[in-house]
């Protein structure tokens, strides 16, 4: 079956412009998670989402950075005014999250974004 | 959220048994202990979850022991496609989601 996609597959910028980086989850999933990893560490929690509303942002560094779910399913992460430090990959998750569920994430491949 | 700690790496040999130790201390009442593994430019996968005592499924055991505060991962005769970072996750799936930490996770080199 499908699992969580990500694309583009990689990104390189320019400093200070704008992305935008997708995630197309699980199909039925209603719970989608992003995280941001660096080289050596785990991956950072950035945010999650319950259906189409964010139930968690707190770990979105700062207002530069920006998700939508519109509909429920697909997922963009923008991030604007790009800066070096932004360079990581970005990987999006997904699960059922219905009573009973173990809470499994089932992870994307990720996006790298190169910020020059 | 209950922080976990981990060895930073680990070295063993093929046909080994390879147990992992994460410490959580301040684990509450409702979570669960969950285990990822993750290769080179892959998302994390799941191996393993448990509440309490032992749970083992056809990659890996899990022991729990009864306080709680501590959790051991064992990986039976571990093979070289074993090598990857093993991280320890503990909190309480709830309907909708929760918010996941990762730790910096186990470095674990399987050597031939």
């Known amino acids: 079956g499908a699992g969580v996609s990500q694309t583009p597959s990689n990104k390189v910028t320019e400093k200070g412009k704008y992305v935008e980086l997708r995630c197309d989850p699980i199909?039925?999933?209603?719970?989608l998670y992003w995280y941001r990893q660096s080289l050596g560490q785990g991956p950072e929690f950035l945010i999650y989402?319950?259906?189409?509303?964010?139930?968690?942002d707190s770990g979105l560094p700062n207002d530069r950075f920006f998700a939508v779910r519109p509909e429920g399913s697909v997922s963009t992460l923008k991030i604007q005014r790009t800066e070096r430090g932004d360079s990581a990959v970005y990987l999006c998750?997904?699960?059922?999250?219905?009573?009973?569920?173990?809470?499994?994430?089932?992870f994307g491949p990720g996006t790298r974004l190169t910020v020059l | 959220l209950a922080k976990t700690t981990q060895p930073i790496s680990m070295d063993s040999y093929e046909g080994q048994e390879v147990n992992i130790t994460c410490s959580h201390n301040?684990?509450?009442?409702?979570?669960?202990i969950t285990w990822y593994q993750q290769f080179p430019s892959q998302g994390p996968r799941f191996i393993i979850q448990?509440?309490?005592t032992k749970v083992t499924n056809e990659v890996a055991s899990l022991f729990i022991p009864a306080d709680r505060k501590s959790s051991t991962l064992s990986l039976p005769r571990v093979s070289l496609s074993d090598t990857a970072v093993y991280y320890c996750?503990?909190?309480?799936?709830?309907?909708?989601?929760?918010?996941?930490?990762f730790g910096a996770g186990t470095r674990l080199f399987v050597k031939a």
């Open positions: 998750a997904s699960s059922l999250s219905k009573r009973g569920d173990r809470g499994e994430q089932f």
């Open positions: 199909s039925g999933h209603t719970a």
């Open positions: 996750l503990v909190g309480a799936p709830m309907t909708g989601g929760f918010k996941t930490i």
């Open positions: 448990g509440y309490k």
């Open positions: 301040n684990i509450a009442t409702n979570d669960y």
């Open positions: 989402f319950q259906g189409t509303g964010a139930a968690d």
